[in-house]
């Protein structure tokens, strides 16, 4: 198939967007930006603070950055009901943001990739069949990356409303985990260390 401007513009934007993200990774202090972050949001937001935090999210979802720092700062901050609500709409509006991504400008650029995940071509049979159970079941047993999930089922016809559903749904343990965590830490600086401290009884 030939390939048009457009969508030689579209997988340049996306690798250019990707590129941006694995250089900020690896050159960028991004667990100490997002504790600073945290900080900023405890000590100046207010009742903006949950709103806030979810929001961030978006971009850190679809850069493909781990946000586990932002769930747990979310307990930290907000004690587990509001964190966990901010968390669990922040972690759900992410990977709609990221699915979006890959049902447009990112399209052609998802789907090949696919020849890397050989088994996601079960998966995207059977979602033709039952598109919310199986992403209720790959939320909740991980079998393929989280971040790379987001696009590889957007190329997917499952509809972005069982998508988004599914995913808030599935994604609940391990929030609610991750956020009661965060309400046992003793300081922000123990949003990324101190876990050998955390007791045997506390993660049963």
Known sequence: MAL?????????????????????????????????????????LGPWGPLVL?????PLTVLAVPAS????????????????????????????????????????????KLKDYPQFRS???AIHKSGFKIVLLLRLVPLLPF????YLLSVTPVP?????LASWIGMMPITLALVYVGTTLK????????????????WI
Request: glycine residues 12%.
């Open 4 to 44: 048009t401007w457009g969508s030689a513009l579209r997988i340049a934007l996306l690798l250019s967007l990707l590129l941006a993200g694995v250089v900020a990774c690896f050159t960028l202090p991004v667990e100490k930006i997002l504790k600073n972050f945290l900080l900023w949001v405890e000590q100046d």
């Open 54 to 58: 979810a929001v961030a999210y978006i």
């Open 187 to 202: 300081d922000l600086s123990d949003v990324t260390h101190g876990w050998s401290e955390f007791s045997t009884t506390r």
């Open 69 to 112: 720092v932002l769930t747990l700062g979310g307990g930290y901050l907000f004690g587990l009901p509001v964190g966990f609500v901010a968390d669990s709409i922040g972690a759900t509006i992410g990977a709609g943001a990221a699915f979006l991504l890959g049902r447009t400008i990112a399209r052609s650029f998802v789907i090949s």
């Open 160 to 164: 972005i409303g069982e998508y988004m």
């Open 147 to 150: 971040n790379m999930l987001n």
């Open 123 to 125: 998966v995207a049979v």
